[in-house]
């Protein structure tokens, strides 16, 4: 079982959807949650920090249930440039190994 | 301000070779993570450097080997090439004293092994 598994996608949504995505890791240790964004070709680059009361940045939501040890990002309202493959990373602390998921695909569609 | 980067850009190479990239950190920063992305495939972290030291490393072999200089830049070494070595390498940098979420990508070396 991979640490950390993530839906495959792809998600193709129209614009204005709301769509989620949900990520679970296998380790209680771990500590630290976030999402990335990562567009065709380019380098990963922080969308979000998971906390532990759940988050909101805008159209970004980002929810932990460490019983159940997943997080999920919820984007409402999509806009074709929120198309892009979202990766999921679970962390035990700062200095420790940085799991990331295999990344969901999103097509926001018009 | 000068973020993350790599050198070079694409690099192709033939199996049993041995290739070196390269990394200069964001300013301000010392810790240096490597990883590779296969087609397809979320990063995987291979090791990180601070203090001229490795700190952490993931699952790769041995033929996988890196160095840290005095400048906090880096290089990633592979030997004896290998087919499926071919992937995108990512080098992401950091300050020690912050937590992961400053964590910086730079925009990677695209390695092909023919």
């Known amino acids: 079982r991979k640490e950390v598994e993530q839906d495959p996608g792809p998600f193709n949504v129209p614009e204005g959807a709301t769509v989620a995505f949900n990520c679970t890791y296998s380790?209680?240790?771990?500590?630290?949650f976030f999402w990335y964004r990562q567009d065709c070709r380019k380098e990963p680059k922080l969308l979000m920090s998971?906390?532990?009361s759940g988050n909101e940045d805008g159209r970004f939501t980002a929810q932990l249930n460490r019983a159940s040890q997943y997080i999920s990002l919820l984007i409402r309202d999509s806009k074709l440039s929120d198309s892009a493959t979202y990766l999921c990373v679970a962390v035990k602390t700062s200095y420790d190994k940085v799991i990331f998921g295999p990344g969901t695909s999103l097509s926001v569609i018009p | 301000d000068a973020g993350v980067t790599q050198s070079p850009t694409h690099l192709i190479k033939t199996r049993g070779q041995q290739v070196t990239l390269r990394c200069s950190p964001k300013?301000?920063?010392?810790?240096v993570s490597w990883y590779q992305q296969a087609l397809g495939q979320g990063p995987q972290f291979i090791f990180q450097?601070?203090?001229?030291?490795?700190?952490q490393r993931g699952n790769f072999p041995d033929r996988f080997s890196g160095h840290q200089f005095p400048n906090y830049s880096s290089e990633l070494n592979v030997n004896a090439l290998l087919l499926g070595d071919s992937a995108l390498y990512l080098c992401?940098?950091?300050?020690?004293?912050?937590?992961?979420?400053?964590?910086?990508f730079g925009p990677g070396t695209r390695l092909t092994v023919t």
């Open positions: 380790n209680s240790a771990s500590q630290s």
């Open positions: 300013s301000g920063h010392d810790t």
């Open positions: 998971v906390y532990s």
């Open positions: 450097y601070y203090e001229e030291e490795e700190r």
């Open positions: 992401a940098s950091s300050f020690s004293g912050y937590s992961l979420d400053e964590q910086y």
